[in-house]
């Protein structure tokens, strides 16, 4: 068995090293497009030192084997390293800061923001609760929550856990959330509906917002959106009747729906979805192709500030590369 993995991987690197030495013998110009005679030239030289290496890997093994023994160590290595890092940077929640200032005459507001907690991916409920008494610690004036709180393969029993963990936390105008593309739960095959976790949501005094409008304070509107993928009012449509003096903060899980919230005269819009990227290069191909508006951390567009978080946690596997697991913390103040 040895034998035969030893044959394949010197087969295997003496063919790579014919069609290098063959590239380079052919000074760049593709084989395709080169003469008979250059081609023959070309492979003839480069068959020198391949066949050179080849009796010499046969006569003395240790010669190919030991390069090749090394490569595989340091990959091994570089991989389990690279991996307990990106394990790291979805379990571990960092706490990401944000201070924000606006002409309007507002009062001071400390917001907490969570999103994408999938819970089940990187921590059970019991797990979620620790991090909420983490954030409780920064001692917000509100809570919230921009969607995919729980996955399709989320427990009842932790969904219920996290639940009461939020109508624990201590804030002085309490918990707003709005739902995400999977808290719907319509592709698994979850012990729980939609509607039973909005029903264990309000009777931990969370306020869920689909589609509808809350007034906190004096001086601050807080505007949750359906997800994109069901049908929803347009955001003009929630903010027309508003007294537009009064701060505007929406709440849209997902980040593609800049341009109307810009004109709707949104102050701030707050989003996850994206993870932030999650895995190298996901986050760089989306912001190439234009897939979301914004993939991670602040923009403005005219007067509206946005922010899409990496969310709490990862989906589907407990591996981040390309981010971190983070939950904000937004203070807003009026400009002096």
């Given at each position: 068995?040895?034998?035969?993995?030893?044959?394949?991987?010197?087969?295997?690197?003496?063919?790579?090293?014919?069609?290098?030495?063959?590239?380079?013998?052919?000074?760049?110009?593709?084989?395709?497009?080169?003469?008979s005679e250059k081609k023959k030239k070309?492979?003839?030289?480069?068959?020198?030192?391949?066949?050179?290496?080849?009796?010499?890997?046969?006569?003395?093994?240790?010669?190919?084997?030991?390069?090749?023994?090394?490569?595989?160590?340091?990959?091994?290595?570089?991989?389990?390293?690279?991996?307990?890092?990106?394990?790291?940077?979805?379990?571990?929640?960092?706490?990401?800061?944000?201070?924000?200032?606006?002409?309007?005459?507002?009062?001071?507001?400390?917001?907490?923001?969570?999103?994408?907690?999938?819970?089940?991916?990187?921590?059970?409920?019991?797990?979620?609760a620790e991090r909420i008494k983490k954030?409780?610690?920064?001692?917000?004036?509100?809570?919230?929550?921009?969607?995919?709180?729980?996955?399709?393969?989320?427990?009842?029993?932790?969904?219920?856990?996290?639940?009461?963990?939020?109508?624990?936390?201590?804030?002085?105008?309490?918990?707003?959330?709005?739902?995400?593309?999977?808290?719907?739960?319509?592709?698994?095959?979850?012990?729980?509906?939609?509607d039973d976790l909005i029903s264990e949501?309000?009777?931990?005094?969370?306020?869920?917002?689909?589609?509808?409008?809350?007034?906190?304070?004096?001086?601050?509107?807080?505007?949750?959106?359906?997800?994109?993928?069901?049908?929803?009012?347009?955001?003009?449509?929630?903010?027309?009747?508003?007294?537009?003096?009064?701060?505007?903060?929406?709440?849209?899980?997902?980040?593609?729906?800049?341009?109307?919230?810009?004109?709707?005269?949104?102050?701030?819009?707050?989003?996850?979805?994206?993870?932030?990227?999650?895995?190298?290069?996901?986050?760089?191909?989306?912001?190439?192709?234009?897939?979301?508006?914004?993939?991670?951390?602040?923009?403005?567009?005219?007067?509206?500030?946005?922010?899409?978080?990496?969310?709490?946690?990862?989906?589907?596997?407990?591996?981040?590369?390309?981010?971190?697991?983070?939950?904000?913390?937004?203070?807003?103040?009026?400009?002096?």
């Amino acid at each position: 068995m040895m034998f035969i993995l030893f044959a394949v991987i010197l087969l295997g690197s003496l063919a790579y090293l014919f069609l290098r030495f063959r590239a380079l013998f052919l000074k760049g110009v593709p084989a395709k497009e080169a003469s008979s005679e250059k081609k023959k030239k070309a492979c003839i030289l480069a068959a020198i030192p391949v066949l050179i290496l080849g009796v010499i890997s046969v006569i003395r093994p240790y010669i190919f084997i030991v390069p090749v023994c090394h490569l595989v160590v340091l990959a091994i290595v570089v991989t389990v390293i690279y991996m307990s890092v990106a394990y790291y940077l979805a379990v571990h929640m960092y706490k990401t800061e944000y201070k924000l200032t606006t002409e309007k005459d507002v009062a001071p507001l400390r917001i907490a923001l969570i999103s994408d907690s999938h819970v089940g991916a990187c921590f059970d409920g019991k797990g979620f609760a620790e991090r909420i008494k983490k954030i409780e610690e920064q001692h917000p004036d509100v809570l919230l929550i921009s969607g995919d709180f729980v996955d399709e393969k989320t427990k009842k029993e932790d969904m219920v856990v996290c639940c009461e963990a939020l109508g624990e936390i201590k804030t002085t105008y309490g918990v707003y959330y709005v739902m995400g593309n999977h808290d719907v739960g319509d592709k698994g095959d979850r012990d729980f509906t939609f509607d039973d976790l909005i029903s264990e949501l309000e009777k931990n005094n969370v306020h869920v917002l689909l589609d509808e409008v809350a007034e906190i304070g004096e001086d601050y509107y807080i505007v949750g959106r359906k997800d994109k993928s069901v049908v929803r009012k347009p955001i003009g449509e929630l903010t027309a009747p508003l007294d537009k003096s009064k701060y505007i903060i929406t709440l849209d899980h997902q980040p593609n729906d800049y341009t109307a919230e810009k004109e709707a005269e949104c102050d701030l819009v707050l989003s996850g979805h994206t993870h932030g990227g999650q895995m190298i290069p996901i986050r760089p191909l989306g912001e190439l192709f234009g897939v979301n508006d914004s993939t991670y951390g602040k923009k403005t567009k005219g007067g509206t500030t946005f922010i899409v978080s990496s969310g709490i946690a990862s989906w589907a596997v407990p591996y981040k590369t390309g981010t971190i697991s983070e939950y904000c913390i937004i203070d807003i103040e009026k400009h002096l």
